[in-house]
């Protein structure tokens, strides 16, 4: 179990990576790769967070761990943007009291640093799950009728989010009933669980089978990647949860699906081809949240710095992109790895009570 850990955690270093170079203006300037980003990094950390997946715990400690683990970091990411916002900027309380109930909402739309919509979409998802499992699915003994099952699921799913000339997302926006106000999503995007939760317990499913040997061949790596660039290139559909955007069941799903076992399988190569290198990206994985809280507002910043400097467009980015991964992991040595006060706040109380127990990296890396 510990190489499987370890293969997960470099997954997710490589996804959080892939996360924050989403989040600048490769869009305007590198559409094609951005598509290709878009395709799959989303589905990939559902299915990535579903791989620590215990069913078999009490429904309880399931809503506890996720809540230790997701949404104090959320409410204490809040709490920063807020706080900062009274202190530095001419914003009434009253406006700031008004944005921060809209952010309870939990939905992008509603919050200023809008990547931290996924934190309690996954916290939403991951109860889902638990009581679609021990309802539903865990019921299906036979794999393929399961798998069949999950899928329709997500079709479900799928049908809410359809954007063209004829449907529209279903929730974004919709008219609320009784209240008669317009609003973007669910609360906690929980229109989305269906598809969400399709990934997150294929991860789980996926999870339960011994596939490293698999993910480990390197032609599987260049035929995922292979195909998976030929499908961004090719077909049309982007994939954008956040937006509602999933305007292909089948080519989007295909792609996000590619491109899991694309990151699954550069991780397994990368433990075979350089310790360093995998230690590396495992790094990012553990401290992956951390990332995702601060990379937008200081990627933004540091483009924005970089171009009044006169830099060209693709060195901006590129100094952008280190600057939202190196400075988050910056605060995270300086100001959170050994703060017993700001460790739990940031999903970390887990790992170290892991670390005590097991003394050993790859164990204290599971956000079940």
């Given at each position: 179990m510990e190489k499987r850990i370890g293969y997960i955690d470099i997954a997710k270093g490589l996804g959080i990576l892939v996360i924050v170079l989403a989040h600048n203006d490769l869009a305007g300037y590198h559409p094609t790769l951005h598509k290709f980003i878009?395709?799959?990094h989303i589905p990939?950390?559902?299915?990535?967070?579903?791989?620590?997946?215990?069913?078999?715990?009490?429904?309880?400690e399931t809503v506890k761990r996720r809540f230790n683990t997701l949404m104090k970091p959320y409410f204490f990411a809040l709490f920063m943007i807020y706080l900062g916002e009274a202190a530095f900027s001419n914003m009434t309380f009253p406006v700031i009291a008004g944005r921060v109930a809209k952010s309870l909402y939990a939905t992008g739309h509603y919050i200023d640093w809008v990547q931290l919509w996924f934190i309690p979409h996954l916290f939403a998802v991951a109860v889902f799950a638990w009581l679609a499992w021990r309802f539903v699915f865990g019921r299906i003994i036979?794999?393929?009728l399961r798998w069949l099952?999950?899928?329709?699921?997500l079709a479900l799913g799928v049908l809410t989010m359809m954007s063209g000339a004829d449907i529209a997302p279903r929730f974004?926006?919709?008219?609320?009933?009784?209240?008669g106000t317009e609003l973007y999503g669910l609360p906690f995007s929980l229109d989305l669980v269906f598809a969400s939760g399709f990934f997150f317990l294929a991860g789980y499913e996926v999870n339960q089978r011994p596939l490293e040997k698999f993910f480990a061949s390197p032609l599987v790596?260049?035929?995922?990647?292979?195909?998976?660039?030929?499908?961004?290139?090719?077909?049309?559909?982007?994939?954008?949860f956040n937006t509602r955007a999933y305007p292909s069941l089948w080519i989007n799903t295909l792609e996000a699906l590619l491109g899991i076992a694309m990151t699954l399988s550069l991780a397994c190569n990368l433990e075979k081809w350089s310790e360093r290198a995998a230690n590396?990206?495992?790094?990012f994985g553990r401290i992956s949240l951390v990332i995702l809280i601060f990379h937008v507002p200081i990627q933004e910043t540091m483009f924005d710095k970089f171009s009044r400097l006169g830099i060209p467009n693709d060195p901006s980015i590129a100094l952008a992109f280190l600057s939202g991964v190196l400075i988050p992991?910056?605060?995270?040595?300086?100001?959170?790895h050994r703060n017993p006060v700001l460790r739990p706040w940031f999903g970390f109380a887990a790992e170290e009570k892991a670390t005590q127990v097991a003394a050993t990296p790859a164990k204290s890396t599971s956000v079940d």
């Open positions: 878009y395709a799959f990939l950390f559902f299915f990535l967070s579903g791989m620590f997946f215990r069913p078999e715990r009490e429904f309880g036979v794999d393929w099952a999950m899928f329709a699921m974004w926006p919709f008219t609320a009933p009784i209240i790596l260049a035929l995922t990647f292979g195909l998976l660039l030929a499908l961004v290139i090719f077909l049309p559909p982007i994939l954008d590396v990206f495992r790094y992991a910056l605060i995270y040595e300086l100001a959170i």
